[in-house]
């Protein structure tokens, strides 16, 4: 199964933050980074579904990549 990049919403009224990305690790998430300040953890996963039975995680979103075209080309 493809590994597939993912942001990952917590509650706002999460305090323990490190428990919650235990918890996603534990569901098989390689977490890159822990955005404290704004509740965001990033990464990847295989089996995304598993993410959002998290407690404390609001949303599970896939990132998608935006391709912008060189400077000074017509735009499509």
Known sequence: MAWTRVSVWLDEQI???DEV????RERGMRVD?????VGIVTGSAQEV???NA???VMS???DQAIE???PGEEIQ
């Open 15 to 17: 305090v323990a933050i």
């Open 49 to 51: 579904g598993a993410l």
């Open 68 to 70: 912008i075209g060189p």
């Open 60 to 62: 599970v979103d896939l």
């Open 21 to 24: 990305v235990e918890r996603l």
């Open 54 to 56: 998290v407690p404390g």
């Open 33 to 37: 980074r822990v955005l404290r300040s």
